[in-house]
Structures are given as C-alpha cells and as structure tokens.
C-alpha cells in the first residue's frame, strides 16, 4: 500500500484529504456533541445530498453543470441550510428542535426528486453517499486544504467564546457576550467541514465521523482541551485505519472509517467497565 | 455620578397567557446591595431574567447601566449565577478551571485568547469560595453544591461591576454559605460591587442587604433596610400570603451605611 500511496496520485490525495478531515471534523463535532445538537450535522448532510443530487441532474441538462464539481452545489446547500436552520431556530423560539427534523426532511425530499429526476447516476452518487478513495482529485484536495484552514483559523479565534456558548447559553447572554453572528459562522462552518468530508466519508456518514470519536473522547477526559485532543487522534485513527481497510477490500471508505470509530467507541466503554472508570451520568443512573 | 445600573419602569411579563409581573418599577444605584424576596412562583427570577436581557418584558422598558437591557455591546461586567445552574449537560468535559475562565472570555474580548492572568484570576475566585483545590476536577464528578460555589467563583472571577445572585447558597452547608455571605458584605463594602441577592433565607438576608425588595407578582415593599425592619410580620405574611416570622438580628442596632 505505501508503494501504491506513492505511484498513485488518487491515493495520496485520498489520504491527504482523510488526514484532514480527520481532524477538523471531530473537531467542529466536539462543540456540536457538547451542545446536544448531534443531528444537525445529519440535517446539514442530508441538505448537501440535495444539492449534489441537484447538481449531477442538472449536469445531464445543462452544459455549464456538466463542467462543476458537485460538491460546490453540495456545500452551498449545506451552508443554506445552516442559515435556513438558525433562522427557523430564532423564529419558531417554542419549536427550535422542530428547526433540524424540517430541514433534514427537506434535504432527503429534494435529494429523492433530483435523484428520481435523472433516472438514477448509478456510480456516481454511490461515490458521493458512502465516499470513495479514488474519486479525489487534486482539485477536490485543494478545497478540503483551504477549507480546514478556514475552520482551524475560526476556533483557534473563537475558542473561548465557543466555550463559553456551549457549556452555557443564558450565562453568556447575561455576562454581555454577544453570541448571535458566532453561532451563525459556527453554523456556516459545520456546512463546510461537511462539504469537505463527504467526498471522502460520504454524505450519509459525515456526521458520524463528527460524533463518533467525540462520543469516545468524552467518556475519559477530564478537561475540554483534552477531549478535543482526543477527538483528533481518535478520529485520525478511525480515518487511517478505514481507509486502509478500504483501499485493500476495494470498497468504500465511509464505511470502514465509521464502523473502526464504532469499535473504538465499544472498546473505550468496554475498557472503562473493566478499569471501573465510571461516568457521572452513569452513577446517576445508578443511583 | 453614574446613573443607576438597573432601571426597570413599569415592566410587566407574561408566560404566553399567564401573567406573572405586573407593573414593576425598580431602581438599583451603584453600590447598594439588593436582597429580593418571595414566595415562590413570585416571580424572581423572572425579574432577574428580565433585568438581564434573557427575557422581554411584555410592557415597560429595562434600562441596564443606562442601556436598554439586551445591548449586544455592553461593556460593563455582570457577574450571574442562575438558580438553576447545576442543571447543565452532567457529561460535559470540562474542568473547573476551564468553567470558571469561561467567566472572563467578555473581559478578555474577542480575538484574544487567554493569558496566564486569566488563570490567576480564576484561580482566586475559586479561593474566595474555597474550591481552590478543585481546579483539575471535571465538573460533571462535583458534588451539588460543590458545583454552584464553582458557578459562583464564575460570577466572580471577571470582578463584575454587579452581581446577580439567583438562590447562590442553595445546596451549600451552613458553614460555607455563611463565609459566602460575609464575602458578598465585603464585596459590597469594600469594593462597592452592587449586588442583587434572591433568597428565602429572609432573615439573614434582609439583614445582611442595605435595601429589601418584596415581589409577589408586583413589587409590593422596595426601600433601605431599616424601612423594611419596621415593617410587622403582618405585612410580609399578606404579601406572602401566607404566615411570615422575621426575627430581626440586628433589629435597630444595624448600621446602614
Ligand atoms: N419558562 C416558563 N414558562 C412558563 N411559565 C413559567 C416559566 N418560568 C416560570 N414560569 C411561571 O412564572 C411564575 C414565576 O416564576 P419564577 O421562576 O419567576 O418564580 P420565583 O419567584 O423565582 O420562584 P422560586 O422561589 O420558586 O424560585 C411561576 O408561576 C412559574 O410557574
Ligand atoms: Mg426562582
């Protein structure tokens, strides 16, 4: 496989782009986990399929669409979404949790008209569903790159006021911290590690990919620092280790990257059993 | 001189329907030191909401240090400690340190991370509450009201220009809420923070406070403390609406000021 990695240009943009993501997505996941907000990045997922679905059917009737890369479509559904979510959250103030199930519903109907539209793109959209470790181009590595720098540069400035919202709302607002334009370019940036990921995970595994390692990281660290650190390597790990196991069975990586974060989940609340390393909630339940 | 630092002028609130403050007027001045009592349901934290921004009065206008309360520029300090804020997500990895920094991100603005006086400052408010070898611990392993004297180090560590106490002490054993309030007698003393303190403990408050507020739906007695100690308990157990015992500690021995 190293030999491969080396002779093949595909691969090595494959796994340049798995690096990546792997960090940044466990990374955005934390704050969304931390908020109890996991299925946002499910409605914001299902969003880009519609937009990429939208794009690959319009590819077959327009030429302008033939020549975009689908993911452009895909990210700006995404980014839509995020707005349209924010927006539905502050308005419908009694219903906020009624703002995701909409968009993600909406995001699958669309998604389902495109794709019935165009009469099936076979390959192609199985690529976008479940990733592909042969479908990145340079091209495609180039926008992952510029846009992890977008999101590192967001919480290396942000990371206190993200802290801050996450672990409490009312407090904030009391304390005169202005969380309105934070959330909504947290929102914006969710809609973009997405973008990002789906080329590699897949859109139907992207949010796992957010929340998988971070589900593992916080059953054990103490501090947020360290479950963001842990979230990192454990999602590292997942991303290596299924695109490895991809490239050699020869089937989609979304798979085999979720299904390794999913062992890892087992075996961190299996080792913790074992150690005796209880969590809080857990002696509540107890209790 | 500054002008008041809250302002509420014929405000009244209601939950969808159910009508819960009826034409508030109520001034907090720099320095004074504000015990807030009432029944239950009476609607405190409403009016602490409301004073805050959180919540929007139906009628009347909340001025905050002369603003209108909800200015997403306010540069003065609040330091809040909610009555229920041992009720956040258990499973949320943080430590003390980190929650009670998360006191100072406005102080230390935006763009700017934090420094090692930050750490400093969080480390002395968790000593004024005496959590100061708690600073590793993740929060969610704390016990109750181990956890509010941590929120409380929160309210303190930016040194807030006013403090706004929603039931701080509940959950808290005597010996700690007592060194809690003579803190908050030296805050205001010493430091002329003003504080708005919500409690039931009645009789230790309306002697610790310069000034009593009495709210049941309307704001039925507001004025200095010696005011309130010539009231009888006739008047508080109309209010409450049910039978009230003060026993005045400091009754005509207190100094005021
Ligand atoms: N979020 C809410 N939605 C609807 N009604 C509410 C809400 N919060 C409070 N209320 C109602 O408003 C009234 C006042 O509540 P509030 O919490 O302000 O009382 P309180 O004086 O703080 O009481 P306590 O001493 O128990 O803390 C109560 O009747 C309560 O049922
Ligand atoms: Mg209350």
């Known amino acids: ?151 590192l540069v967001f919480i290396y400035l942000f990371y206190k006021e993200l802290f801050t919202l996450s672990f409490d709302t009312d407090y904030s607002r009391a304390s005169g911290l202005n969380g309105g334009w934070i959330q909504i370019l947290f929102m914006v940036m969710t809609a973009l590690v997405i973008g990002a990921s789906m080329r590699i995970v897949g859109i139907l595994l992207v949010s796992s990919l957010m929340t998988l390692p971070v589900a593992s990281a916080i059953q054990v660290a103490k501090s947020f620092r360290s479950a963001m650190v842990l979230s990192v390597i454990l999602g590292e790990t997942s991303v290596i280790a299924g695109l490895v196991a991809a490239f ?40 | 001189m500054q002008g008041s630092l809250v302002k509420l002028t014929d405000v009244s609130f209601s939950y969808g329907s159910s009508a819960v403050l009826k034409d508030i007027t109520f001034t907090v001045n720099p320095g004074e030191f504000w015990a807030l009592i009432g029944p239950n349901g009476s609607g405190k934290s409403t009016l602490i909401k409301l004073l805050l921004g959180l919540l929007k009065p139906s009628r009347g206008t909340v001025e905050l240090f002369g603003k209108p309360a909800g200015d997403p520029d306010r540069k003065e300090r609040i330091g809040y400690v909610s009555q229920k804020s041992a009720s956040f997500n258990s499973g949320f990895p943080a430590t003390v340190l980190e929650v009670v920094k998360s006191g100072l991100t406005v102080k230390r603005g935006l763009f700017r991370r934090f420094t090692e006086d930050d750490s400093k400052a969080a480390r002395r408010a968790l000593q004024a509450v005496g959590m100061e070898d708690f600073t590793g611990r993740n929060i969610g392993e704390l016990s109750g009201g181990q956890q509010q004297r941590v929120f409380i180090a929160r309210a303190l560590a930016a040194e807030p220009e006013l403090l706004i106490m929603d039931e701080p002490t509940v959950g808290i054993d005597q010996q700690n809420s007592a060194s809690f309030y003579s803190m908050l007698e030296e805050l205001n003393r010493e430091h002329g923070i003003a504080i708005i303190l919500v409690s039931h403990e009645i009789d230790l408050v309306t002697d610790l406070a310069s000034h009593v507020a009495c709210l049941n739906h309307t704001m039925h007695f507001h004025g200095g403390r010696r005011d309130f100690a010539k009231l009888g308990d006739r008047d508080l157990s109309k209010w409450y609406g049910h039978p009230v015992r003060l026993i005045h500690q400091k009754e005509g021995g207190g100094s005021d000021d």
């Open chain 1, 1 to 151: 496989m190293i030999e491969a990695l080396f002779s093949y240009d595909f691969l090595q943009n494959a796994f340049l782009s798995g690096l990546i993501i792997g960090v940044i997505a466990p990374m955005i996941g934390l704050f969304i986990v931390v908020r109890r907000l996991a299925l946002i990045a499910d409605a914001l997922s299902h969003v880009s399929l519609a937009g990429i679905a939208g794009s690959l059917y319009l590819s077959q009737q327009v030429v302008f669409f033939a020549g975009l890369n689908p993911v452009y479509l895909g990210m700006a559904a995404a980014v839509g979404g995020s707005l349209l979510i924010e927006r539905l959250r502050r308005v419908y103030r009694n219903f906020e949790e009624l703002a995701i199930p909409i968009i993600l519903s909406a995001g699958i109907g669309f998604g389902a008209i495109f794709i019935s539209l165009a009469k099936g793109f076979g390959s192609d959209l199985v690529g976008y569903l479940f990733g592909s470790v042969s479908a990145v181009s340079r091209q495609d590595l180039t926008v992952v790159a510029v846009l992890a720098a977008a999101v």
């Open chain 1, 248 to 287: 050699y069975l020869d089937i989609a990586p979304g798979g085999t990257i979720v299904v390794t974060a999913i062992l890892i989940l087992l075996a961190v609340l299996g080792g913790k059993r074992l150690l005796g390393l209880r969590h809080p909630e857990a002696e509540e339940e107890a209790a």
